[in-house]
């Protein structure tokens, strides 16, 4: 998942304005199925979809980080951020306009971004061996927010997709632990039904706040939620 560019400061979040849109209706294409019928009129009749393209973001996940930024405030200037899973690269733009020229953006993903100007973009898995020195050396220091708004290919089994998405928030977490500075910030994409309990207690042991949370962007008939753990004890990795 990627984010926009730096620029176009702060959107309204709900896209939509206060007139009524006209539904546009897809007709179904030959050789089209009808899963990607119903994706695209979803698309071209999604409020967050056209405010993104209005103002520059790369997808409408944009405006997830920014509501879930303006409801916990940790997005600062001059702070280092991590972004897992970047492309398209919305949430790298959103997180780039917040720390300003102080600060920087090292933004992860396995496949190709287009450059966002002002990160830095790293190809690669979050499961390599030499990722985390490759961070450290981008970011230049330890990172104050690792973010993942990383997700597994759907395989319409909730149980199934359940574990996918946990198996890559540990992940995640495992190169945050590595990372993040006293006080930093844990921000991640999980499912409803909420994060395991084993990794909770986990998070909550390492970490002074965490909270769940689902921004107006979600849509209404995706199970997905945040989590945002605050206030990273670091000592809790020394056995402290």
Known sequence: MSRA????GRASGRGGGGTRRKTVRVKTARGRKPSSTRWLQRQLNDPFV????KQGFRSRAAFKLQELDEKY????????ILDLGAAPGGWTQIALAAVGPQGRV???????????????????DIYDEDVIDRIRDALGGPADVVMSDMAAPSTGHAQTDHLRVMALIEAAYDVAQSL??????????????????ELLQILKRDFVK???AKPAASRADSREMYLVAQGFRREADDGG
């Open 50 to 53: 056209e405010e993104a393209r």
């Open 106 to 124: 090292a933004a992860l993903d396995v496949q190709e971004v287009e450059p966002v100007p002002g990160a830095v973009h790293l190809l690669g």
């Open 73 to 80: 405030g940790f997005l600062k200037p001059g702070a280092r």
């Open 5 to 8: 560019g730096g620029s176009g």
């Open 180 to 197: 993040l500075a006293p006080g930093g910030v844990f921000v991640a994409k999980v499912l409803q039904g909420g994060t395991e309990r």
């Open 210 to 212: 965490v909270s769940h």
